[in-house]
């Protein structure tokens, strides 16, 4: 699954392909704003990530692009 956080004060959007469920990524921005204070979530390499809730513009969460690397054979007629 892919999580994608814009933060404040921050051009670039922080990505991440995590093996948590949709479901426990909202759990968990909704405890980072609900007085935790700082959004933490793994990704499938096991990195840890750390977000001041302050500084969370955005959360979009929504299944991985299933990007297709390779070639394809064309014949010519």
């Not at 699954?1 to 968990?28: C, F, H, Y």
């Not at 007085?35 to 969370?56: C, M, T």
Request: hydrophobic share 40%; proline share 5%; charged share 25%.
């Amino acid at each position: 699954m892919e999580v994608k956080i814009g933060i404040s004060d921050s051009p670039r959007e922080l990505v991440i392909n995590s093996a948590q469920t949709p479901d426990e990524v909202e759990a968990l921005v909704s405890g980072a704003f609900g007085g935790e204070g700082v959004l933490i979530l793994l990704d499938e390499k096991g990195r840890k990530f750390l977000v001041p809730a302050a500084k969370l513009a955005y959360v979009e969460i929504g299944p991985s692009d299933s990007r297709r690397v390779g070639f394809s054979t064309v014949t010519a007629s």
